[in-house]
């Protein structure tokens, strides 16, 4: 199969359908592939695409990408690979929702980010966010980060299907 092939989904896919796809899709390109970068890089667009596959509110997804430790700010994290807008450079743990979910080491599912003490807001038109930790030897070494132009843009099922990707990168990669 082309690559570039991997980061189609057909149409009328449900939302299980195409996070299957892309835990299949995912665990593929990383088959003989460590480098964080490389796994990241593809993941990130893995994502983009799979949301903007689905109907409203998934495909209003503004923001798809990574953060990860930073090295020589263990309490600090630096942005990754990622689509959409412009993004904020560093995060300090505990600091708006990124950084909650590094602190905690939990994921946060946010409904209105209004309302989330702290919110950091790299594009206003961000509405809704979930923010997944990646734990690998029982430390936060990244996060996974989707924005949505929506209110209400995530659920249960995006939690667990995050999840099981967040516990596949950190398998997969060398940091």
């Known amino acids: 199969m082309v690559h570039a092939d991997a980061s189609s989904f ?6 299980q359908e195409v996070y299957v796809q892309v835990l ?8 003989g592939q460590r480098n964080w970068v490389c796994n990241f890089s593809n993941t990130a667009s893995l994502l983009w695409h799979a949301y903007h596959s ?9 923001w798809s990408g990574f953060y990860f430790l930073n090295p020589s700010k263990p309490q600090q ?4 690979p990622f689509h959409g807008q ?19 080491q939990q994921t946060q599912l946010v409904p209105d980010v209004e309302k989330f003490p702290g919110h950091i807001a790299c594009d ?29 843009g995530f659920d249960a099922e995006d939690q667990k299907a995050l999840e099981e990707l967040a516990a596949m990168l ?3 990669c060398d940091f």
């Open 10 to 15: 057909a149409d009328g896919l449900t939302k």
């Open 86 to 104: 412009v993004a904020c450079q560093t995060i300090n743990f505990g600091r708006g929702v990124c950084g909650a979910a590094a602190k905690t």
């Open 124 to 152: 206003g038109a961000s509405k809704s966010e979930i923010v997944v930790p990646i734990i690998k030897d029982g430390k936060c070494v990244a996060i996974i980060d989707i924005d949505c132009a929506e209110e209400n």
């Open 54 to 62: 689905l109907s409203a509110p998934s495909s209003s997804v503004n």
């Open 24 to 31: 299949e899709q995912a665990e593929a390109l990383f088959d």
């Open 77 to 80: 994290l630096l942005l990754g």
């Open 170 to 172: 950190a398998r997969a």
